[in-house]
């Protein structure tokens, strides 16, 4: 096992990551979290867990993944307190969004979700479905925002992504499935880019 990040006195550090990730029945949300936690598990080494919720309908009513990433083991397998959350819903944002603690991360899709960006110091906004329509087909979306995910948050190394998504989707769907995969990726390094010309701007201002 990844024994973690070691201080200087040699005692292990967790690197725990809770993430939340929400949407309804049939954005394939379970799924993205079990590429989350395979990636992790698999390709990352590290210690991972997945529960899911459900609502009343399987399909258009509130779900939930809830993945935990460490390098220790992780006795409680439950979010309670989401390093990231990722939102597809205006629901499932207006359900969980309390739980983000500050100097949480917040991912959504922007065409489906609403927030007051002031609230937020760690947002982060895409897209999705919208991408994912014009690559064809709208269920890849979550696909693509896992690619977001990747980029702009680092929980997971892009091989080990690309990998987990490979093997999770229907055969066939590969291909298509890490191309939407790798929009999300850019849409997020292009993002990450740019906010760091501007704080570069910011600082070349003040000197």
Do not use: W
């Not at 954005?27 to 990352?44: E, F, N």
């Not at 459900?54 to 390098?71: H, K, N, T």
């Amino acid at each position: 096992m990844n024994q973690g990040t070691r201080t200087q006195q040699g005692n292990p550090v967790s690197t725990r990551k809770e993430i939340l990730i929400t949407g309804f029945g049939g954005q394939g949300i379970v799924l993205a979290g079990l590429i989350v936690g395979r990636a992790a598990s698999l390709g990352d080494r590290k210690e991972s867990t997945l529960t899911q919720s459900y609502g009343p309908e399987a399909r258009g009513g509130a779900c939930s993944a809830q993945v935990i990433v460490s390098d220790t083991t992780i006795h409680y397998p439950s979010v309670r307190r989401p390093d990231y959350l990722v939102c597809m819903s205006q629901g499932g944002y207006e359900k969980y969004s309390p739980l983000l603690p500050e100097g949480g991360t917040l991912l959504l899709d922007s065409d489906l979700v609403q927030v007051e960006q002031a609230k937020f110091a760690n947002l982060f906004a895409i897209p999705s479905t919208r991408m994912a329509e014009e690559l064809g087909r709208k269920m890849m979306a979550n696909i693509v925002m896992l690619g977001f995910f990747t980029a702009v948050t680092r929980a997971l190394s892009v091989e080990a992504a690309r990998n987990a998504v490979a093997d999770s989707v229907p055969k066939g769907t590969e291909a298509m499935n890490i191309q939407a995969f790798n929009k999300g990726h850019d849409y997020g390094e292009a993002i990450l880019k740019g906010r760091q010309k501007k704080a570069e701007g910011k600082k070349g201002v003040r000197a």
